[in-house]
């Protein structure tokens, strides 16, 4: 059975709808507003049916306009991080999978891939992280990191979908 919203995203106003699921994709609330501009229907109203609709007006815009939802990510264990600067999804998602426990060793290792990724690509590594193990998160920096760019690209807006599925499943 698909799992359905408390609040009904169909039966909300457009403030309401931007204003809930405005945050699912990392500080770009034009997804959302795109999809209250196409009409929602009790389809949507299931977390399978929204995200459908919400992968599908991310993987229509132009390439510019992914590349800035791609780097409205943050590093993993990076400086915004240390700052304590993410946004409240972030900061649950990274503390979930320990990146807030990192050892002085783990630390230094995003640091390092975090540089040399952001060396080879013009977006940050991005992972949905949620329930992964440190190791994990490293061992698939240290498999990607190899990969071109369009495969990368490709990856990186696979996860951003990922993360959007979890934060909806989340609401």
């Keep these: ?3 359905t919203f408390k609040r009904p995203p169909s039966g909300l106003d457009h403030t309401q709808f931007v204003a809930l699921y405005g945050r699912v994709y990392e500080h770009s609330p ?8 196409l009409g929602l229907t009790p389809q949507h109203d299931t977390v399978e049916g929204l995200h459908e609709t919400l992968a599908a007006i ?23 991080a240390v700052r ?29 891939l975090n540089e040399a990724y952001r060396a080879k690509f013009p977006f940050p590594f991005i992972m949905a992280v949620k329930g992964r193990s440190r190791s994990e998160i490293l061992d698939a920096f240290e498999q990607r990191i190899h990969n071109s760019a369009d495969v990368e690209f490709r990856t990186a807006l696979a996860e951003v979908h990922k993360i959007a599925l979890l934060r909806l499943r989340e609401l």
Aim: aromatic share 6%.
């Design 1 to 3: 059975m698909a799992q």
């Design 30 to 37: 034009w997804i959302a507003e795109s999809a209250w501009s």
């Design 58 to 80: 991310v993987d229509a815009a132009p390439q510019a306009r992914q590349l800035a939802l791609l780097n409205a990510h943050p590093d993993l264990a990076g400086r915004l």
């Design 84 to 112: 304590r600067e993410l946004t409240a999804e972030s900061t649950s998602e990274q503390a979930s999978a320990g990146l807030d426990k990192c050892s002085p060793d783990e630390f230094r290792r995003f640091t390092a």
